[in-house]
């Protein structure tokens, strides 16, 4: 049997290992999305105050599950079957190391799996940010390690696809714009999960007992880091699937590739320092700080999705 599918409809070449893993990401990505938003549900019936469906203890259990679902795992989940599809597919090459591809997989299941087990069990109601000295059970931040873990190596697997496609020669010239996207996404996921180990492995161990305490400032900045860079994630990944819907669907093509690219490059650059609205109300860090990442900064970010906004076909 071929190692490779042809789509009858689009003409695109599916590696049946990256094929498996596309499928299996996005429907977790979906499952994920789904109990997210059941979820957001049961919190809108309660802050409507006819009903309050909810008593305090319970809503904000439901509130804790919501954030973690709807704005981590969905988001990272979709965004690495965006990966293999924009390498693996787009590039028409097979996949890098797919038992590895499997393993992330696995990994991120359990750690979902995990953090949710902890949520619901009733002890880790600390909201999405988990903010310190509130402490969460330890295998609600294993959990979170474990799915982080799994994502990263979803993301070496995608670059060793981009080194593949690149020495077999599957394509000419510079890479799609659509994987360029995806690179983009790819290299803020890494920034992202950086971000998410440098505060939730101490977090871990401090939960344990084996760290005495964990500072709150430094909690806050650093896990912005993560928390609005997850969101950025999606941003880039789904700009990228605008740019191949209009592509793949009606053959069109941005007006200019160029610019798009420097757009995506604005999201690498300013992006993450603009996570610092997050935290313009905390008094430990400077007004300077906070000025500069929230104008100047935010400013390029946005321009970038106002180039995209006027360039997508």
């Known amino acids: 049997m071929s190692k490779y599918r042809i789509c009858p409809d689009t003409g695109l070449y599916f590696d049946r290992a990256g094929e498996g893993l596309i499928k299996a990401n996005a429907v977790a990505g979906v499952v994920a999305l789904l109990l997210g938003g059941v979820l957001a549900l049961l919190v809108g019936l309660t802050r409507w105050p006819a009903v309050h469906f909810l008593n305090a203890p319970d809503f904000y259990l439901v509130l804790t599950a919501h954030g973690i679902n709807a704005l981590i795992f969905w988001i990272i989940f979709f ?49 999405m940010t988990s903010y310190a000295p509130m402490e969460a059970a330890p295998h609600f931040y294993l959990g979170m390690i474990l799915f982080a873990v799994g994502a990263l190596i979803g993301c070496f697997v995608f670059l060793g696809t981009l080194v593949i496609a690149k020495e077999e020669k599957t394509y000419e010239g510079s890479i799609p714009l659509v994987t360029f996207g995806a690179l983009t996404a790819c290299i803020i996921a890494v920034f992202t999960i950086a971000s998410g180990a440098i505060i939730l492995i101490p977090s871990f161990l401090w939960s344990v007992g084996i760290i005495g305490q964990i500072d ?47 757009a995506f490059l604005l999201y690498i ?10 935290i313009l109300a905390d008094p430990g860090v400077s007004s300077t700080w906070k000025i500069f990442n929230t104008s100047y900064a935010m400013y390029l970010a946005v321009l970038a999705s106002m180039i995209h906004g006027l360039t997508v076909p």
């Open 216 to 262: 709150a400032l430094m909690y806050r900045v650093i896990w912005w880091g993560m928390g609005h860079s997850s969101q950025q994630i999606n941003v880039a990944a789904h700009v990228s699937v605008w740019y191949a819907v209009a592509a793949i669907a009606f053959g069109a093509k941005p007006m200019s590739e160029k610019v798009s690219r420097t």
């Open 79 to 127: 965004e690495i079957a965006i990966l293999y599809f924009a390498s693996s597919t787009l590039l028409r090459c097979r996949l890098a190391t797919p038992r590895w591809a499997w393993a992330g997989f696995a990994l991120m299941i359990i750690g979902a799996v995990m953090t949710n087990v902890a949520i619901f069990q009733g002890n880790s109601s600390v909201m």
């Open 269 to 278: 650059f300013f992006l993450q320092l603009a996570s610092a609205h997050h």
